[in-house]
C-alpha cells in the first residue's frame, strides 16, 4: 500500500478548515488518549459549525463516558457515512481503525491520519505523525489552536484526559516541557485537574482489583528478575465479568519493580489469539515497540503490543524468549 502524503500541523489544519462534514475515527480498544482525542476534535469542529461523526468500533468505555461530549461517540453499523474528510486519531494501523469504521467511511473521499506513534505505518491521504509527542491529545492541542478553532470545555477536559492517560500522569519519559506547558493552558482555561484526575485514577470498579488479585497470584519474574509478567485467561475473565479497560495500565504496576525492566501482560482472547501488552522502564534498558514488531504489533519504544495466535501458554513462553535474547 502506497504512503499518504505527510503534511505540517498547518497544512493539516487547512484540510480540517476546508471541509463541511468530518468523521472522526480512533483505534479499537480504546484509550484515554484516541476517545480524549476524538471527543476534543469533534467538539471544536461542532463549535466551528461543521457537521462531525465520531465513530469507534468499540464505542466509548465506561471509565470514559463521565467526559462531557463522550455521548458524541457512536459504534458503526448506521450505514456508509458521507463526509468530505475523515480523521484517524492515535491509530498507527489502518486495520485497527476497525472493520465496521473502515466499511462506513469507505466513501469518504480523503483520509486525513494523525498520530504520535513511531510504528505509525503512514496510512491515508494526509499524514501527520509526530512521535516526540508523548500523546495524540498533545498534537490535537496545537492542532486547534494552529487552525483558530474553539477550545470548548468539552475539548479542553478531554485533551487534559488524554495528555494525562498516554504520559502516567505528566510522568512517563515522553514527557516534554511543552506538555507541562500545555497542561496549564488547559487549567488556566478551566480544566480541574484534581477533579479529572480522580475521575480516572480514583474511581475504578472493584472488578480491576479482584483481576488484581487474580494477577498477583501468577505474577512470574523471568531472566534473573528482569522481566516481569501475569497471563489472564478466558476462565478468569469470565468468572469475574471483566471489561476491555479494567485490565488498562495494571502493568504499570509490576514495571515499577526495582530491577524489572520490561512487564509484560498476555490476555487471552476469543479465538485462540492472546494480545500482549508490553512496557519497557527505559529505551536504554529495551524498545519493545521493536520486539512487537516481530509479532506484527508495534506501538512505541516504551508502550508497545500485539495479537498473536496461540495458546496463552505457547504465546507467553514464545515471547519470554525472545525478550530474554534481546535482553542479553
Ligand atoms: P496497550 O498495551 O494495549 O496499552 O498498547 C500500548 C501501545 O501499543 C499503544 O500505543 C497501542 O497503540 C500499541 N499497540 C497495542 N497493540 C497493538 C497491535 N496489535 N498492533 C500495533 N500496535 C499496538
Ligand atoms: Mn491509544
Ligand atoms: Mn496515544
Redesign the pocket.
Known sequence: MSEGRPVSLAEAAEALLAAGRVVVLG?VRP?GDAIGSQIALASSLLAAGKQVVVLNEDGCPASLRFLAGAEMVERPGGGEVEADLCVALDT??RS?LGEGCLASTAAVPMLLNIDH?I?NERYGDLVHVDAGAPATGQILFELISEAGLPLTPEARDSLFVAISTDTGGFRYPATTARTFEIGAELLRAGADAGALSSMVYERYPFRRIELLRELLGVLRLTSGGRVASWALDLATKDALSLQPDDSENLTDLIRAIEGVDVAVFFEELRGGTVRV?MRSKSAAAADVCEICKTFG????AL?????IEGGLGEVSGRVLDRIDQTLS
Not at 297 to 300: A, D, F, L, P
Open positions: 483505534h484509550d498507527a494501523n485497527r506513534h510504528s501488552s504489533g508495534g506501538g512505541h508502550a508497545a503490543g500485539a495479537r
